[in-house]
Structure formats: structure tokens, C-alpha cells
């Protein structure tokens, strides 16, 4: 090695400093001019070729990685918050590294710079590229993230699928025939209800008192799930199948949103109705249905002792519970055991239960609550 050569100017730190550390140094003066040129020559001096030639490599590796490293990232394509969206950004090249960003619906793209203006998106305060597939847009309530769903930036509007119909109970009323059976009604009271369900209008309905409850044909008793019931109708009392009937004024039903849905039907008489709770037949069925004696009426009481308080009341005004009242007796299924027919008292409304003894229990064989929301 030759003599060493001493510069006031320059410090032997600097010149006795390992080589490897000596690409950074050199290629930071030249673009930052951090070292003036009598350090770095002084710096080149005290090296051999070798080292030489792995500084200038190593600047030359740098040099590229700081381009590699200042090139954009290309954010050309189709951005989306979620991939399965039906709408989105859409984001294309206009020159000179600008992009313009359009919003993209149902109805087709805004046009470049019209929805906001181009933009070279990197460096621009408002966007925020968190990778070359996601990026983060500033609006009025924050940042927004998108994902690129394709590169492709061409907007294709899908087309609509065709709302599907809702698969509601068809409550239209029906045309009176022969060969359905015979409709079993009831006399209840008369309410208001409104219908605040999905997919229907409020509409406040008055649903009138004669409400039918089941089909009877031969020994078969069926809930009345779309009853025959329509304008002029006659109904007999079952207790009284000799009398006279009564005409329906009028026929309607809705559909009942409460719960599952299902459809009430209902009607009201010419003149005045018959008491609360008064069984009905569309036909006379004579010997079908009595009156309980006093020893069934006794029995039911203590096979049913339930009591329940109706309605709504102050917690410190609780009313008198109601039972069960027996109105009907009957033998449909020939069994030679007697079926009650009573009424089953529930918070809000009332219905109808049919049972029939069995070893010392009362079994249902119907249980039927006509709107009731319960």
C-alpha cells in the first residue's frame, strides 16, 4: 500500500470509514449534495478498485430502487366497497398521470371530472392508497374504503332482477257452492285493527262480529283456514236449528300480519246480532249440537279450572280472572263421548277450544283463535 496522503480538509474518520458504508454516503451527494466534491474525492483516494467498483454498484442499485420506488402505483380499474355491490368508482388514466374518479350506479357512470375533479390520486389529500387493491377516499363524513374488484374500469350496468312476489294467504272471498261442507261460525266482538307490516299500507280495518271457526263435513271438523262466506249468507243458531236464520249485511276479510300470517274473515248481520259467543251453521243441524246439562257444565269446570285476567289494566287494579264458558256439547266422531264446545280466554282476545275427555284429562281436538294476537 502507498504512502498515506494527509489532507487538513478532510477527516480520518471519514476516510478510514468501512466500505460498506461509503454507497450511501456517495449516493446521497449526489442527488441530496450532502458531501461537497473534495470529501468524496478524498473519500475515492484512500480505496482500491475493488471498492471502487462496489460503490459504484451500489449507487447504481440504489438508484434504482429510489426510481422503482418513486414510479406510481397504476389504480386503473373498478373499485367497489364490497365486490357484490351494485355500484362503485370507477377509475381511469386521462393523462399527464392523472385519473378521473366517477361514481357508477344502476343508471350508468358520471362523466370524467364531473363528479369530482381528475386527480393523480397519490399525493392528493383527499384519497389515501393503502395498497395497489385498496385505497381510502375522504368524504364529508370521513374516509371511505374501496377495493378493486377488477382492473377493467369498463362499468357494465347487471340487469335488474325482477322483484320476486311475496308469497302472502290469498283472503279473497269466496263464491258460494255446494259439496264444501257447513261452516261453523261464531258471534265475538267487534274490534279495530291496524296493519303496520312489512310490504302492506296502514289500514285500519273494523272486523264485525260473526267470524266463522270451522268446516264440518261428515264427522270431519276442519279450522275454516278460507271459509264461503259472502254478502246474504244465512246462519242458523246450532242450539236453535228450527229458528230462523239470519242474513249477512255484509262479508270482508284481511290479512292478519300479527304472528304468522293469516287470513280473517268476518261479516255482520242484517239486524241485530245474536249474544256474545252464539254458535252458528251455515246449514240447520238438527241433533248435532245441545246445550250441556248442568252435570257437563259441573264436570268441565273441574277439568278446566284455568283463569286468565283479560286486557290491560294498573298494576294495582288487576280485574277478575275469566274462565272458560261451556256452550256447546256435541259427538262428532261418533266415540259416544261427549266434545265441549267453551271459549278460551287469552290476555287480549277470545277463543275456541274443542276437547274431549280422556282418562280424567281433557284432550283439544280444535283450538281455534280467530285474529286474535295472542
Known sequence: ????????????????????????????????????????????????????????????????????????????????????????????????????????????????????????IEGDRKYEVVSPRELRMRTGDGFVSYVKCRDDPTWTVESAVPPQPEDRPDCSLRSPSKGRGVL???????????????????????????????????????????????????????????????????????????????????????????PLWTLLSSEPLPGVFRAPTENETLRFSQLNNSCVEQGDYPEDRMPACVRPRLLAITDINKNGRPEYWATEPYRWDTGLTVWEEENGKLIPLLELCVGCSD
Open 184 to 274: 261453523i261460525a261464531w258471534v265475538t266482538t267487534v274490534r279495530k285493527t291496524t296493519q303496520l307490516g312489512q310490504g302492506t299500507q296502514s289500514h285500519t280495518t273494523v272486523v264485525e262480529p260473526v267470524r266463522p271457526l270451522a268446516v264440518l263435513q261428515d264427522a270431519a271438523l276442519e279450522p275454516a283456514l278460507r271459509p264461503e262466506i259472502y254478502k246474504g249468507q244465512r246462519f242458523w243458531r246450532v242450539l236453535a236449528p228450527t229458528a230462523r236464520p239470519a242474513r249477512l249485511r255484509s262479508a270482508g276479510a284481511f290479512l292478519d300480519r300479527m304472528n304468522e300470517d293469516h287470513c280473517v274473515y268476518f261479516g255482520t248481520f242484517e239486524k241485530a246480532s245474536p
Open 1 to 120: 500500500m502507498g504512502p498515506k496522503v494527509t489532507d487538513p480538509m478532510v477527516d480520518r474518520s471519514e476516510i478510514d470509514a468501512d466500505v460498506t458504508q461509503l454507497p450511501l454516503s456517495l449516493c446521497c451527494c449526489t442527488h441530496a449534495e450532502r458531501f461537497d466534491g473534495r470529501r468524496a474525492d478524498a473519500l475515492m483516494r484512500r480505496h482500491t478498485l475493488l471498492a471502487r467498483f462496489l460503490i459504484v454498484l451500489a449507487c447504481s442499485v440504489g438508484l434504482l430502487r429510489r426510481a422503482d420506488a418513486g414510479s406510481p402505483t397504476d389504480l386503473t380499474g373498478f373499485w367497489k366497497g364490497d365486490c357484490s355491490d351494485s355500484f362503485g368508482l370507477q377509475i381511469k388514466p386521462t393523462g399527464n398521470g392523472l385519473y378521473s374518479v366517477s361514481f357508477c350506479g344502476p343508471g350508468g357512470c358520471f362523466e370524467p371530472g364531473q363528479w369530482t375533479p381528475n386527480t393523480r
